[in-house]
């Protein structure tokens, strides 16, 4: 054996020994009243609850009309693939609407050969699947365009969440009505106030559009559409239509206001990008992110997470000198398709200043383009469909901020 350690060996040791110093230090200090191991514990309860040290929380976003606002998902804080359903991200455009399951009904019709209504207890009879998919908000990350977004992983990626969602293909409900030639589209549209509505691609809706009425093994939250949603995966989350109450069949799409005003892509030369669905290849480093601390120079583990609308990430690189040399990152298995991917790379911190980036390539072979790339194809006029390459600037006093 090598009788001198190396210095990574000994910064280890180091670490080691500091974090049982800690450990011990905890205990000395903080001895908590109704937590000894011989002393009786908490009563069982029936809906479970976090523990109370814990406090990650959803950020809202700061806006005068909280009902037609939305709220982000603390991904700086997560562990994995999954998002809890208490910390799912939030965009409503007129609040969350009470919905009573035994009354809630959605109707089918149009170009049908047998229009039909079905409630909830209908829906639950046939054969229902669970997949897990992330939803994102094509408004996600908005601000990189300019490259004046939020401080944290929250306030720049956090308009992305992924949950297992139960429900029926609605293929299955599609072919139960029999779609007439020649219909092409299909309307969504909730039951909140705005009556959202959304031109869905008959295309799109054969192939794996799910009517879910669940969400990580339970009933759908509220905030998330209870009782019934559209998942469109990989498309943007707009057209997810929540409170999902009718399908019309239709000839041609409905330019609705969320695909025509909004939900479009302005381009430099005046003209609009219209029903630009998919969610393209996007990643983002978790830890260290904006607005956390590294505890001084020594090993730290890069996490992360990546997405693609197209299907499965094939790779992540993990650059650490902005952008000049990249590493292969180690890609947590499963890992599902139109799902988040959690990627790892240990590092060694030499605690000088560093750009942290990470870009993921998806299983069509498309690239997470570069912010300036990006920019050069679409412009700046654009609000949606940001996903360019995200930088994290450690300071040599461990701070990391949005660069
Ligand atoms: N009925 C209805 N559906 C809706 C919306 C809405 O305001 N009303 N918001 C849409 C938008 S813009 C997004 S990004 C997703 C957000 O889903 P979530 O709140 O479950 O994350 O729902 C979509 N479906
Ligand atoms: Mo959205």
């Known amino acids: 054996m090598n009788p001198k350690p190396s210095t990574s060996r000994r910064r280890w040791l180091g670490f080691a020994a500091s974090l049982s110093a800690g450990l011990t230090a905890c205990k000395s200090s903080k001895p908590a009243a109704d937590a000894g191991p011989s002393l009786l514990g908490k009563p069982i309860r029936p809906y479970g609850e976090r523990s109370p040290f814990e406090t990650a929380a959803r950020t809202l976003a700061d806006d005068r009309f909280p009902e037609t606002s939305n709220s982000y998902t603390p991904l700086q804080d997560s562990y994995g693939i999954l998002t809890p359903s208490s910390l799912h991200y ?46 994102e908000c094509s408004g996600n990350s908005n601000g990189e ?37 020649p219909a092409q589209w299909l309307i969504a549209e909730g039951a909140d106030a705005c009556k959202m509505q959304r031109s869905l691609p008959l295309e799109k809706a054969m192939k794996d559009t799910l009517v879910a009425w669940g969400q990580n093994g339970e009933p759908l939250r509220p905030e998330q559409g209870y009782p019934l949603r559209l998942v469109v995966p990989g498309w943007e989350g707009n057209i997810s239509v929540k409170w999902l109450r009718r399908l019309k069949a239709t000839e041609q799409p409905y330019m609705s206001r969320d695909e025509t005003s909004k939900y479009t892509d302005l381009m430099t030369d005046g003209t609009a990008r219209i029903f630009t669905f998919t969610m393209e290849a996007k990643s983002v480093i978790t830890f260290p992110s904006g607005g956390q601390k590294l505890n001084g120079p ?95 600037q450690v300071w040599r006093n461990g701070t990391v901020t949005n660069a």
Not at 115 to 126: E, V
Not at 152 to 169: D, M, Q
């Open 90 to 135: 939030e965009r409503h455009h007129s609040g969350v609407p009470s919905l009573d399951p035994a009354r809630h009904q959605l109707l089918i019709h149009g170009l049908v050969d047998r229009p039909l209504i079905f409630s909830l207890d209908d829906l639950k009879r046939l054969p229902s699947q669970s997949r897990i998919y992330f939803i």
């Open 298 to 392: 020594g090993p730290y583990q890069i996490t992360g997470l990546a997405w693609s609308g197209r299907g499965r990430i094939e790779r992540v690189e993990v650059s650490t000198d902005g952008g000049t040399t990249w590493r292969a990152a180690t890609l947590q298995e499963p890992r599902l398709p139109i799902a988040f991917t959690r990627f790892h790379l240990p590092w060694d911190w030499n605690g000088s200043a560093a750009a942290l980036q990470s870009r993921a390539l998806d299983e069509t072979g498309y690239l997470q383009p570069t912010h300036e790339a990006l920019i050069a194809a679409r412009g700046a006029n654009s609000l949606y469909h940001y996903n360019g390459i995200k930088t994290w």
């Open 145 to 181: 365009w300019s490259q004046k977004s939020g401080l944290n992983a929250a306030r720049s990626h956090g308009l992305a969440s992924c949950s297992e969602w139960t429900g029926v293909p609605l293929s299955l409900l599609l072919a139960e009505a029999g779609i007439r030639k």
